[in-house]
């Protein structure tokens, strides 16, 4: 919610094509998530990123990439090793430890 | 690893009736967060618990953690038309990782 933004809303990409989805954030958060949700189901965690130039993979990483440069950023990038990368890809993040997490509006990504 | 189980997976209700959701750790939580998701949206954070046995309220809706810090449940009062969406608990055992909770999808028959 409010201060993290994710681009673009909708993406289409063709089968065996990277694609990178957007997540920044205003709210000089150091911790930064990328999670998947698939039609019906629950959140699972790609990676996330505790403080700039460091991440961990979460659950899922196979098939994804992440960087993490800026406090800010924090770009998901879909590979053609991911085979089946249609869903819907949300951006969190928290500024301290168990705090609350806050979720951008999130990138519906269908391969065509 | 640490799996979050939710139930009921989904729940239709009259308009006034009342909707409870339940969460269930596989190990204890350092702290549980709740959310709601409208279909097509994103997860709005809704609440915190921090210490066992907790209990807060928000209006209709009733949070409570358990003794052992391993289970949670959320209630609903009267439930109404804007109460319809999925809720999920997340929690945390003291590491950067969320679990997420598989989530009850609620729909409100008016």
């Known amino acids: 919610d409010g201060g993290i933004t994710q681009s673009p809303k909708y993406l289409f990409r063709k089968e065996g094509q990277n694609v990178t989805l957007s997540c920044e954030q205003n709210?000089?958060?150091?911790?930064m998530y990328w999670y998947r949700q698939d039609p019906g189901q629950g959140l699972r965690l790609i990676y996330y990123s505790q403080i700039v130039n460091d991440f961990q993979k979460g659950d899922i990483a196979e098939g994804y990439s992440v960087s993490r440069e800026k406090k800010e950023s924090f770009p998901l990038t879909v590979t053609s090793a991911q085979k089946n990368p249609t869903a819907f890809y949300l951006c969190a993040s928290r500024e301290r430890p168990g705090e609350t997490q806050y979720f951008g509006p999130g990138t519906r990504l269908l391969v065509l | 690893g640490q799996q979050v189980m939710q139930i009921p997976q989904y729940q239709h209700v009259q308009e006034g009736e009342d909707f409870t959701t339940y969460c269930n750790s596989s190990t204890t939580l350092s702290n549980i967060q709740w959310y709601k998701q409208r279909p097509g949206g994103h997860p709005v954070f809704l609440i915190q618990l921090v210490k066992s046995g907790e209990v807060k309220k928000q209006k209709r809706l009733t949070f409570q953690f358990g003794e052992a810090k391993k289970n949670s449940s959320l209630h609903i009062t009267a439930t109404q038309t804007t109460d319809v969406g999925t809720y999920f608990c997340?929690?945390?055992?003291?590491?950067?990782?969320?679990?997420f909770g598989t989530g009850t999808r609620l729909k409100v028959l008016a």
């Open positions: 709210l000089n958060h150091d911790a």
């Open positions: 997340a929690g945390t055992s003291g590491t950067y990782k969320y679990i």
